[in-house]
């Protein structure tokens, strides 16, 4: 550094010691506010990266979801307790939920949308999981067929119950979830699968997701914790199926 730019840095320093002595008060409050906004800025990027959960990515969709996020930590409600899901009803996962191994993965601190941190997954895993809901349809195209999903903003691929069924449970034609049944998150390779409050119940209790935070959505459709290999993709699409 030359002795110039020294001196230069030095009054600046100077200057800057000052000015917090000077206005120690105004100086908090303005190194708050900027902090704050660079966290603010910070938190709408990440917003967007890990999708938005149907809600139009901008700053006005931010600030309605960051309400339902303040409501959200106010809550004593534990998502991983399934004891609110009724234990009677059809059952349609014929064999057991063998218990998913280590702990359950970290949620963002966010009610919408909901999305865990990333956690390895191989390859192929990967990409048989973002395939499975197109694979299924085309397994079964007399009762499924794949869309956007509307609970997403149709930023993901989904399946639906057809709704030409003639045998097509009533509660498929619910408004807000409109025959959707599943779709996985590109970001985070989690799911969101519609199941029987018992089935739903099954599968938090085997700690292999959680229920959905907002309550006026059916309460069998919850978040299903990414695969990290191709047995545990095997078991997620069981319970899809």
Known sequence: MSTSTYQTYQDLVKRATETIS????ATTIGGALILSLSWTVWDFQ???SFGTGGTPPTWAGYMRMTKFRVNRLMSSDDLCDPSSLKTDGPRYLKTGVKRREGPRPKIISRTMPQR????????QTRERLQSMMRTLAEKHPELLEVRPSKTEGRTTDAIYARPDLEKLNPQAKDPILDHEIAHAHPADNSLHVWL?????RTVIEAGWGQRFPLTFV???WIMVYAPRNR?????????CR
């Open 22 to 25: 000077k206005y120690p008060l």
């Open 46 to 48: 990440e917003w967007k």
């Open 116 to 123: 865990q941190r990333p956690e390895k997954i191989d390859p």
């Open 196 to 200: 029987s409050e018992p089935d739903a």
């Open 218 to 220: 059916k309460p069998g």
């Open 231 to 239: 047995s545990e993709e095997r078991r997620v699409g069981k319970e």
